[in-house]
């Protein structure tokens, strides 16, 4: 069973990072977003990705915010170019959204799924996008979709505010169950708790999953944040690297920290940036393992966590997870609509 991160590309990666990533790790998979790459009719020409195993977001949570009018025609041409797991182009539901119109945006995609599968060529993986914002309508997603001709499922709504973090627990519990040894993307995964669910009913149902963030680059080139503890969630007390910052010493033995000094973490420019998401990088897949190892223990899970008293809940849930034998019971316990 693997479970394996893919590193989503940023866009200020793009053009500096092209040296450094492949100096940096072995790691040769990555997720590519439709847009803003899709003015790049070949990709490979832009950076260094030879021997990498690109997954190919359809950029439709970016063409329903910026109104960028995909076309499914075009952007499955790119996929097929550039790519070689390729996700459907969707049309992510909003709270705002009346209900008539999240079916419209489903059928939507569900049409885009369909011309997906109508034109497969060899040697590529296809994804379904899958969308809802309550158990319902993420069953509504399964039940039209025809199985067998997919590879495998991309869950979506596991990292905007549409969803709180008992629904995508729920969601999370429901795909599992209904991907029927499928493959499974988490798309846009970055929180702890999700992410240590995911793990948890692997582990239970022997289905291993891929998910992808680019929360590693965002802290790192936009915030200049570096992840200073592998036990810290990613986002909570980063320490800040720039001019101003008087730290004279980085306490890691990752692969960049060795290789450079803290002068060039701290410069003004977007190499410091760079440097400083390599970091988080190696930090955040460090995690991932470490996930991995303890994810039999409860108590190591709740530690982890840090699931306090406050969080009810979400604990009654974890712990659901933890024992249920057969997510049957689970659905059938927190079931709704
Ligand atoms: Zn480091």
Redesign the pocket.
């Known amino acids: 069973m693997k479970n394996e991160f893919i590193p989503a590309l940023n866009g200020q990666f793009f053009h500096y990072s092209k040296n450094l990533w492949n100096d940096y790790i072995d790691y040769k998979q990555i997720l590519i977003s439709s847009y803003p790459y899709m003015k790049y009719q070949k990709i490979e020409n832009e950076i260094n990705i030879n021997g990498f195993k690109i997954y190919g977001d359809s950029g439709g949570y970016s063409n329903i915010k910026k109104n960028l009018n995909l076309n499914v025609k075009n952007v499955l041409k790119w996929q097929h170019h550039n790519t070689d797991v390729i996700f459907s182009l969707d049309y992510p539901p909003t709270k705002k959204d009346p209900i008539n119109i999240r079916y419209k945006k489903y059928e939507k995609g569900l049409e885009n799924i369909e011309y997906m599968i109508n034109n497969k060529i060899k040697n590529k993986e296809y994804y379904a996008c899958i969308h809802g914002l309550n158990m319902k309508e993420l069953k509504f997603h399964y039940e039209n979709i025809k199985i067998d001709e997919i590879n495998g499922f991309g869950i979506c709504e596991l990292t905007n505010h549409e969803t709180n973090i008992i629904q995508k627990i729920d969601r999370l519990v429901l795909s599992f169950y209904l991907a029927q040894n499928k493959k499974i993307h988490l798309l846009g995964l970055s929180s702890s708790i999700p992410i240590a669910i995911a793990f948890l009913l692997s582990n239970r149902c022997k289905t291993s999953f891929t998910f992808d963030n680019s929360s590693y680059s965002i802290l790192g080139c936009r915030y200049r944040q570096y992840i200073n503890n592998i036990n810290t969630t990613p986002g909570y007390n980063n320490l800040i690297l720039n001019k101003n910052c008087n730290i004279t010493e980085?306490d890691?033995d990752?692969p960049?920290?060795k290789k450079y000094k803290i002068d060039e973490f701290c410069q003004k420019g977007s190499i410091a940036g760079i440097l400083i998401s390599l970091?988080n990088l190696?930090i955040e897949i460090k995690r991932y393992e470490n996930l991995k190892r303890i994810i039999k223990n409860e108590d190591e899970i709740f530690k982890f966590l840090k699931l306090d008293n406050k969080s009810k809940k979400i604990k009654e849930r974890v712990s659901f997870v933890f024992k249920c034998d057969d997510l049957e019971k689970y659905i059938n316990k927190f079931y709704y609509v």
């Open positions: 980085l890691c990752c960049i920290c970091h190696y």
